[in-house]
């Protein structure tokens, strides 16, 4: 079970759900700066891959529902890879949507993009809406864990697929022991300093500390009647993509 863990220890009258809010609303100027110099550019090939296998693994989805969008990186790979559907890229956080409009504006991908402000665990749609869910880097946010699966679960059509990324916690040496060092030490003193908030990049080692994966984010997925569940480590267990799907004819 993994425990809850908030970026602003001190504020204890907000909800996790409303700090994560604001954290993103703080960071969302520097946030694709801080993203890939942080992964050194890795978290790119991450996504390509989840793409990928929602290429491979599905028939073509009509409407993909992109969670925790943050500014849209997810949503303009997949269309750039040729899924040829309509997304739907949603976050809590309307200061990252901002930066996402304007990057999808950019790249002329208005029409097939839309990007909303909403919640995880109260998705403003109704049942077997999309042909395919994702979430890259955000399930870890969610407040409630199971309620956010089980809203995923419900707007999902008959066998389509989720695609989860999300950073794990390596096992094996040296990667566990250099990542370690890097997340906890590293990471959160130059985030501090080029972000300007100094909870940030503390809470992210320590919300990927506290998150059920593997095996245990398996059950949580199986107990939201997700079947055909995988865990797929990426780069010597740093990261992992989960995927699940919801029962009845495959898309």
Not at 57 to 82: K, Q, S, Y
Not at 83 to 102: H, R, Y
Request: proline share 6%; hydrophobic share 40%; charged share 25%.
């Amino acid at each position: 079970m993994g425990r809850k863990v908030t970026p602003y220890t001190a504020v204890s009258e907000e909800t996790k759900k409303k700090q994560v809010e604001r954290m993103f609303d703080s960071i969302a100027p520097k946030y694709d700066f801080l993203n890939h110099f942080f992964s050194m550019g890795i978290d790119v090939l991450w996504r390509k891959k989840c793409i990928r296998i929602l290429k491979r693994e599905t028939r073509t989805p009509r409407t993909i529902l992109d969670m925790a969008t943050g500014t849209g990186d997810f949503a303009i790979e997949a269309v750039r890879m040729g899924l040829p559907s309509q997304m739907t890229a949603m976050d809590l956080s309307q200061g990252m949507l901002d930066v996402g409009i304007k990057k999808v504006a950019a790249k002329g991908l208005t029409d097939r993009i839309t990007l909303i402000q909403g919640d995880s665990e109260n998705l403003p749609f109704k049942d077997e809406t999309f042909d395919a869910y994702t979430v890259a880097f955000g399930v870890r946010n969610f407040e409630d864990l199971d309620r956010g699966l089980s809203e995923m679960y419900r707007v999902l059509t008959p066998g389509s697929l989720t695609v989860i990324l999300e950073f794990s916690n390596p096992k094996s040496f040296p990667i566990k022991q250099l990542f370690g060092f890097y997340f906890k030490h590293v990471m959160p003193v130059l985030g501090r300093l080029i972000s300007k908030d100094p909870a940030a990049y503390t809470y992210l080692p320590e919300s990927v500390k506290a998150f059920p994966e593997g095996a245990e984010f398996l059950e949580r997925l199986k107990t939201a009647r997700f079947i055909d569940l995988r865990a797929i480590p990426l780069t010597g267990g740093i990261a992992s993509i989960y995927l699940g799907r919801k029962p009845g004819a495959e898309k």
